[in-house]
């Protein structure tokens, strides 16, 4: 079994090594190959995942290429994990919609919008490179905006699957309050990618008992700490919305944090240059702790679990995975990419059937699918109109003076990303 | 044929009499009952309409009752057109809301939802004596926000239709831009009430030639500057949005000017008394020039011609009507109540097809209509909560502590017609 | 010793006569008379009062009466602690601001300033005729705005000295921190009132060792707590602001605080309620605990001590009160009205020297003082125009269109209140 | 007589060439330096001020040199022009502030607060070098912004005196509505740098007729206009305020505004470009029409008028100047810096007198007064906490929040610029 990681350079990837490392019975990847134009940083995380490997006895090889054509060649699975722009990119998202009075951040809002701009083009150059090496490869996508990413390859007719870890964070963290092994818990999740309900939590699989009640009576108020929601919101509410909720349920109030404390650009560019500099240490061989803080928890576990299925091995039945609506859902689009809990196998991903969803949650969802839709267009068409519609279009802009001011900036800041600016 | 109004004490009334006395070869009444508790601006009122009625020969008897169940007995036709605690339960929808951040208006966002919780169970049990008294009247639904009313009315069995003047007013102006006569002026009106875009402007009927384009290049200044919108804005869309979009399109902007000017209360108060003093005049035989400034343009042509169609007359043929959507637009419910084009007759209204919805319109569409349902809920089984989940799911609210402040708000401004509170 | 209180039916009231009870050494008061127009409230409280002298021996008589001039004939001091439109103003000056975006509260923002136009021809007419009945006696005010209010009393050329319960509440708390009695506390108090910093606090007297470093240190957070503000700030400053700077400091946090939950109104109301209720239990013979949470904590010592300091008694040298600046803060006008240390006696208040105030303060002051100066006017003139240029000039307005909707509704919630409106 | 130009390539440097050309009776000049470390544009705009000279008879030379000290060298008077950080820097002065919902500009607010703490240690640097070549040159700075740098100049007991061309902006805005020429309009201009107010229009000098009613009453449209402020708020004041009031009296407005359209970086970068280009044309020998709208209209007059006062010649008797209060305002410190009518002469500066100031402007004057002198103490002494007490200092910022916020960003964004950060 060959594997490919494209973006393989990030500082992540020790995570996804470390997984691959623990979790090799499920998913024993024969070959390893970590994609970047970044030379320099992919021989640092290179090496140090050669390192993991060896220390905990894995056998499959690893090697490091920029050349993504070779890297794909006769690959099963093709792992997208890429950053277009880098942090730099990342920090422009994350400052310059407060210009406007509007939250900055990379995957929702206006700052989202920027980062799909600049990745589908990318991300759909490299699929149809990856299918012309290998049609029957699996791309699993953990491209940010996973939502707009995957509706863009499966549109374009790829073998995609889109992958985020809030859902597999959330099992992981119910499991420890609740006492079980994750496996048990299975999670009632719905919604889009980064705009996601827990609406139940059931033990053992999808008939199992609901202890999402219990779980909020004893544990609202950690819950609650850990996403930045008032304690009562959850209550009242019944269900565990996703952290970026908090971007529409306290937008201004984030706006105004935003605006009262330094971006997080320093913090996280500097955190990065520490990694890489412990990377490249021969003694390391195994991730620093450091790199927790990093984001991205279980996202190597989820990667794992995925590919498996989708080889045909030992993954989970059930996973919340991106993938087309086709009527699960019936307020959105066959065609909207939606974020549910799946049957995986090596046929690819199947909904399970949802509960009706509250009207709270479904009116938001079709608002931001709509959204998502002029986001694609734009994306792939290009032009100062498609993205001001999309601005528009989006409920935390929806303001024609914002819509304006967020349009020129967009452009003026990724000038050098998009083809047509 | 007999008509009733409920509400008929209302300073609005005259224009109504004024149009059923024009086009009474249309809808010839003879029978027309105003009934409103308030005998004392009742009597006024009705002393003028019997006027007017006689200055133009028709020949139609006006009568005035605070009985309900008398004034509609054996009427074909029930116009409700009432206000939930007047002018001044009016005045606090526009203020209290501007206290939390958020647009304060009578049909829209927190100040709407305040008027259907007040609205929706006076006019279902108005509307359950209407059906005693006679099950085959039809109902006629102005009475705000419209498509709520209306779909209380049509769950609970009613034989209503909702009606509102902003399609007829386009209409009129349309038709005086293009020098033809209103008749040849074909709208493709599409949205839920108060919440609506003119996507085409036909001539002759549903297949003529759209002519919103030339429409827009030679009249856009002078449309934008009615709808207090940026010309640029209507140039881009490509279509001219109700002017209630306005609220969502620049709602901040609009949050500041009301917060920078005195309310419309004593304005709306102001002429009102002024309108009531001149309708005692036994002299005034006809509608006073200032009921002009009153709004609600065109509405007793737009009641004339729904009443018309529906009992069977010679109305016209497509009307903008707000009944269920039922299939109409795919990404709405079937029992949604949308604002369209329909054809009317004595059956009842059936929407005609309507063209693929941009996303841009559609999602926002969608994200109201599930405010809508909940609002629904909320003004039919009560409760702080169910006011809680419908402000947070209006896109004009979404956050969390905005949905709070303006929970206690309403509940504390309103607090006398909540009969749960 | 004769003593009234104008609005002596407040349900403050029982605070003033516990402490008249407890400090009769201090202040050997003979006769004290109760005078407020509503005399229902005011039998509940003078009952109680008299209960409370009985109960802890008190020889002196309390009178009730609704007739001012027969109720200050032949007083020593008058104390005016009135409340013009009562709490129903109060609730409007802390909730119509907020439609404009600005802070609601009655003494600080266009609330204030509403406050100062009821009071100060209210406080002016009562003071003339107080000097009517006895040139000679001491007019101590407690009616806020108490800046305000205690210049337009000796711009009249009245024996009138202001007095607020900040300072002697910050000196207790700090007395309790440092575990000394309160007389050794000194606090270099410095401001206008409202608007007052803690630059040092002493041991001892004016020239004791400063330790209010210490304090921050040690109760930093505990002050923090209680100001609602940051530790930080406090820390950074190393000064201790009145609680009042928040609306300064923390602005817009505070107007989007009051509007996401209910006014104060109904809490408060509810309170007095229930106090008037056990005022009339003629078993109550000492103030209810209930009182405690109602605001005016210490008033009675400071009112008591200012009076026995007047009137030639036993009061404390030093005390924190309003009066005219003459150069003591050279920055700010003679006859400006400053809340300082004073030194008391029968002759008045005489600020002591005050070290070089930091630019960080003394510019608010500078501009607040303006302010002062033009609510002033507004108060005494009359005059849409005066009211707009008093808004324009406050700190937390300072824009045209705020000033705008401010002026109009400032007017439109208190024309009662307004001879010239 | 030798003058020298520190920031002499500047593209403005035409606009002043043309004065010196035009007005060479009023100022003979023998040798001007151009001093400028950008050789590259330094030579662009030394040689178009050459041609300049050539065909306007002007018989001085023009020299350019990087070496300040060479250049200033034996000059009677130095003007300052410089910017330091160039465009780029003010661009960042314009946006970051934004995303603390606070206004974005080069002189005012924080951006302002930027460019002092840039500017201060820089120009004083220069001006120690001036006084070392010639103890006895004018120091006249032009270098914004003004009031802070000539404060710090004159703290270091430099002769120096700081203008701005707003003045003379309205002097001859004003001599045109009359109809008069521009040295019959003497005005009663009374402020801060920046801040300021024509609080009367007077003929023929001090003592003439104030026609500023008559001005208000029939240019009231035009100047409204200009000023971007309502025509009824001048009505109101009375007065006319300067441009930069538009930051205080329409902050929100102006806020939403700069968020809402793209910043004037490209713009201005654009404008410079084409500029340098036409100055490279050896066939252009006068200022180009494009320069214009460059801004600074008028700047030439001014400074001409000045230097020739303060070198003794024949420059206006009163000119507004920004010098030291030293009692002129009484309600500031004498060693505030304000831009006042001075009697200049080769003695420097006298204020004349100024009529009592409303407190609507006073109480603004004395809060900006106190963070300039905390801006200085930034400047000069720099480190973190002095640049957060100066923000919270300043009347459009005040808050704690955003004051660190704007800290952290204004630190961030200009620590190239900053010896301490």
Known sequence: MKLAVVGGGSTYTPELIDGFARLRD?????????????LDRLELVGGLARRIFAKQGHPGRVITTDDLDAGVEGADAVLLQLRVGGQAARNEDETWPLECGCVGQETTGAGGLAKALRTVPVVLDIAERVRRANPDAWIIDFTNPVGIVTR??????????GLCNVAIGFQRRFAGMLGVTPGDVHLDHVGLNHLTWETGVRLGGPEGENVLPKLLAEHGDSLADTLRMPHELLDRLGVVPSYYLRYFYAHDEVVREL??????AAEVAEMERELLKMYGDPELDEKPELLARRGGAYYSEAAVDLAASLLGGGGSTYQVVNTYNRGTLPFLPDDAVIEVQAAVGHA?????????????????MANVTAYEDLALEAALRGGRERVFRALLAHPLVGQYAYAEGLTDRLIAHNREHLAWA
């Open 26 to 38: 499920t998913l024993p990847i024969e070959e390893l190959v970590l994609v970047d134009p970044a």
């Open 348 to 364: 690819g991903a199947s909904p399970l059937p949802v509960a009706p969803v509250d009207p709270l949650y479904a009116g938001l």
């Open 259 to 264: 605006g009262t404390k330094p971006s997080r």
């Open 152 to 161: 863009a390859l499966l549109q374009a007719g790829h073998k995609a699957v």
